[in-house]
């Protein structure tokens, strides 16, 4: 117990310290592929210490909600990433893929209602398209995540290390990376550089907030990127056992980082899409998925 | 015996209660608040009374059996409570009491005129749903029945005088008949001519035919889903929630639709023992239907009550999932697997009950304290109401299936049931279906969520959108008091569900005899922990680092000041799904604007979308025409000529004659 209580700290520590360099590389990858020099890797660490040494601002409308959100959401986003075994096995199991897969819901429903709160148009705005975005991911990721779980025989997040490592597992990597894209807010779905109105989904969510939280917020942001990737590298592209800790934590880093560099490919190509023709991405995802549940129930 | 003794002692006393709290009340005369009081205290106490005796039913490996003497020549009434009924009993009496409790402050807003007779129908009420769950003769089942029908249709027409609500009660009362009549076919197939206990029916099920099995199934299936709501014999649900009065909606939406599932499977699953795996396929098909239609229904509402009501079509789907999968698994004959997704079902059976009825309680709060029920009007309440608000928080947590609550514990089983249905590798047809079921329990969650960040968002959050919700106080103790303890049990059950998933094992097993079946070791308590762990020290930390120090200021209106106008409203939340979903809603605006000058600078903006309920429109309008056209036809008999009537009866009994010969 006490092992796997150390055991679960030690990766939520690692999480939180790793998430801004990722975020920091995929910046300057993006950058780079565009043919500017962009911030450096660290930036988003010396961005994080900035918010949080500046008192918030907040909305006189606002009520506990506000803030507690920035808590909730990034407890919420580390609890998940502290269910993937990232060094062997934990011991006491906390939780399983549907419970990490309903820890973002948690964190999601704060930060939609916390979007409300302040009374403005644009959180509200951003809120009610989150949602919606969101009831069009959840079955994609359910479906893809699901048929991985039909080829590992369990939810258990242990058995499913390299679930993904088979013919059909193709199929589902490219549905789950079609998600990861829209969870972690990116083009084609939403743009996390800019806050126009017309295109802003995630950003206009935090518009109100600003200081402390608003680091806490941004921090959180990238540790659900980072578990989204880390989860993704878990599945399909499993750590090998029996290397020392600091050895694994390395590889992990380093396949993360060049997760992270597709996802700044894929930004770096595609023009951002109209809201109302997300159903039909989404669609194509559902259908590699689909079509990686039917090969799994096939196979065996 | 020690036992049997107790619970024979618990069974009378409850009884009494109840009649004593449905008939004293109309026999005090200008008591003022003495009926109600009178009516609530002796309406809880027969509720825990109950509870306590359900509980014990539930734990008790032997059933509680007692003879109450013929009702009719060949008729018995004898209660029967096994695990299955002691569970329904339970729930049951667990949101009755709290319910009486709670509307001990909410019936204030009525004429206490009327007090007595709500005490009265409610108190029947209770009792009715009660006898329903207990006794183990049809037709003993079909009076209680139809009693509880009687008595929620008086309490739904409660305001009579409003048009709107005896409308509602029409539609709840024809609804419901038409599903008791497929109730009765379904039993009277059962019995095929045999005895009337249920014991009676079980024993000649064994001889029935496949195919007069199946009509029984499909007759049971349409009987109790009418009055559970399934889709599409869910119409009357929306209509008649919001005219009840909120704690009636509370124990309606909460437990009376329940007992359709109890019925289910008594008839189902306990009397004809199951069946092929279609039956099952065709359960977990209109439990996917309902969930999801259920709650893309929900998203769009705008009243809090018609928006529960549609909610509640949508858990009676999750529900029926699980049944469904565990149906489909002793069809199968695999019972482990089946016990685990019949508990499941069941667990969620209980969940919904607690946060269900939490949230009408909360929204009767909502409607006391404003006097609406239309959240376009609502807004700020978290500050003028604050403790109704984190109780309403915590239903909609809970309903929106979010750890570490109890909706999540429930639709977790729910999943893994699923999902075991997929790994059983039985077919590829029913691997893909297990796992297109767990996306479409996806796509009910997200939306769910959508959906109780819109109810409580706009109505709790932000600026108030009107006077009424400006002016609102909290309401009186005793109906924050009735809510209290179902919020501490969102978060009970959700972080123990052991204490209740155990037992129901224990009642699949009695309802299908198999191993003994042991849960595997569930991670909700540790989950919940760990989430509180990384709250507190995530909270320390904030404190160490300024803490709440923050400057307080305007929201940035772009310039100018905000107001509630500027506010996103539930109409403007909902529209991204509105839209998505076009084709099945099929929704129609109406925009009309007034300009000065150049039509870029609005003055006044009409704007309105109404969505069609394709039910309505292409199920139910056919086959009400039909109807009336059939009896147009068949009016010319009935001339009101009397000797023609005398001749009618001449020929019948000519005919019943040669009949019997």
Known sequence: MTGSVLSAGGQMVFLMLLAPLVNGVIKKAKALTQCRRGPGVLQPYFDILKFLRRDPVVSVHTSWVTQLTPLVCLGAYLAAGSLIPLWGSQGVALGDLIALIYLFALARFFLALAALEPGSAFGGMGSSREMMITSLVEPVLVLGLFGLVLAAGSTDLGVLAGAGRNPAGVLAFIGLMIVTVAETGRIPVDNPDTHLELTMVHEAMLLEYAGRQLGFLHWAAMIKQLVLLVLLVHLFWPQPTGIPVAAALGLLAAKVTALGLVLAMIESVLAKMRLFRLPELMAGGASFCLLAVLANSLLK | ?661
């Not at chain 2, 002692?9 to 009178?38: E, H, Q, S, W």
């Not at chain 2, 419901?176 to 009277?188: D, K, N, R």
């Not at chain 2, 403007?572 to 809603?585: A, E, F, N, T």
């Open chain 2, 1 to 661: 015996m020690e036992l049997v003794d107790l619970q024979e002692k618990m069974f009378f006393f409850t009884l009494v209660l109840y009649l004593a709290g449905a008939v004293l009340p109309l026999t005090v005369r200008r008591g003022g608040r003495l009926p109600l009081t009178m009516g609530c205290c002796l309406g809880a106490a027969a509720g825990l009374s109950g509870l306590t005796l359900g509980v014990a039913g539930l734990f008790s490996p032997e059933p509680f059996t007692l003879s109450l003497g013929y009702i009719l020549p060949g008729v018995e009434l004898s209660v029967y409570l096994d695990r299955l009924a002691g569970f329904f009993l339970a729930t049951i009496c667990l949101v009755t009491a709290l319910a009486s409790f709670y509307s001990l402050g909410y019936m204030g807003i009525y004429p206490k005129r009327s007090t007595a007779w709500w005490a009265f129908c409610y108190n029947l009420f209770s009792l009715s749903m009660c006898l329903v769950v207990m006794v183990d003769n049809m037709v003993a089942f079909l009076i209680c029945w139809e009693l509880m029908t009687l008595a929620s249709y008086f309490l739904v027409t409660f305001e009579y005088r409003h048009q709107q609500v005896r409308r509602a009660g029409f539609a709840y009362i024809v609804m419901t008949h038409l599903g008791t009549v497929f109730i009765m076919s379904a039993f009277f197939l059962a019995s095929g001519g045999g005895g009337w206990s249920f014991a009676d029916l079980a024993g000649g099920a064994g001889s029935l035919s496949g195919t007069a099995r199946s009509l029984v199934f499909l007759c049971a299936l349409i009987g109790f889903g009418t009055k559970a709501g399934v889709v599409p014999l869910h119409i009357w649900l929306p209509s008649a929630h919001p005219a009840a009065p909120s704690n009636v909606s509370a124990v309606m939406s909460g437990v009376m639709l329940k007992t359709a599932i109890y019925g289910l499977m008594r008839l189902v699953i306990d009397i004809l023992g199951g069946g092929p795996a279609w039956w099952g396929g065709l359960v977990l098909a209109a439990g996917v239907v309902s969930a999801v239609l259920g709650v893309v229904y929900a998203l769009m509402e705008h009243d809090l009550k018609r928006l529960l009501a549609f909610h509640s079509v949508e858990n009676i789907g999750i529900i029926l999932m699980g049944l469904g999968a565990g149906m489909i698994f002793y069809a199968w004959s695999m019972p482990v697997p089946g016990a685990i997704a019949i508990a499941a079902g069941l667990f969620h059976v209980i969940n919904h009950a607690v946060f269900k009825s939490l949230l009408f309680l909360g929204a009767g709060s909502i409607y006391y304290a404003t006097g609406t029920r239309d959240i376009e009007q609502l807004g700020g309440l978290i500050k003028r109401m604050p403790q109704t608000a984190v109780l309403f928080l915590t239903g909609a947590i809970s309903i929106s299936a979010i750890p570490p609550f109890n909706g999540f514990a429930s639709e977790y089983q729910i999943y893994q049931s699923l999902l075991a249905l997929s790994l059983a590798k039985v077919s590829v047809f029913w691997s893909m279906a297990g796992v297109l079921a767990c996306a479409a329990l996806a796509l009910t969650g997200a939306l769910a969520a959508a959906c109780f960040v819109k109810a409580f968002g706009v109505s709790f959050l932000a600026l108030p959108r009107s006077e009424k919700a400006a002016k609102a106080t909290e309401p009186p103790l005793a109906m924050r008091a009735g809510m209290i303890p179902l919020a501490v049990l969102c978060l009970v059950l959700g972080v123990f569900p052991q204490v209740v998933l155990n037992p129901l094992a224990g009642v699949a097993g009695q309802l299908m005899p198999g191993p003994q079946i042991s849960l595997p070791a569930l991670f909700n308590p540790g989950l919940a922990l760990l989430l509180a762990a990384v709250l507190a020290s995530l909270a320390v930390l904030s404190r160490l680092s300024g803490g709440l120090r923050a400057r307080r200021a305007e929201t940035w209106g772009c310039g100018m000041a905000p107001d509630a106008t500027m506010e996103y409203t539930a109409a403007s939340y909902s529209q991204p799904v509105r839209r998505i979903y076009r084709s099945l809603l099929q929704p129609r605006r109406e925009v009309i604007r007034e300009y000065r000058l150049w039509p870029y600078f609005n003055y006044s903006i009409y704007f309105e979308e109404r969505i069609r309920s394709v039910f309505n429109e292409f199920l139910y309008v056919p086959l009400r025409r039909f109807t009336v056209s059939v009896s147009q036809r068949w009016r010319c008999i009935q001339c009101g000529n009397i000797n023609l009537y005398l001749g009618y009866i001449f020929v019948t009994l000519v005919v019943l004659l040669f009949y019997v010969r």
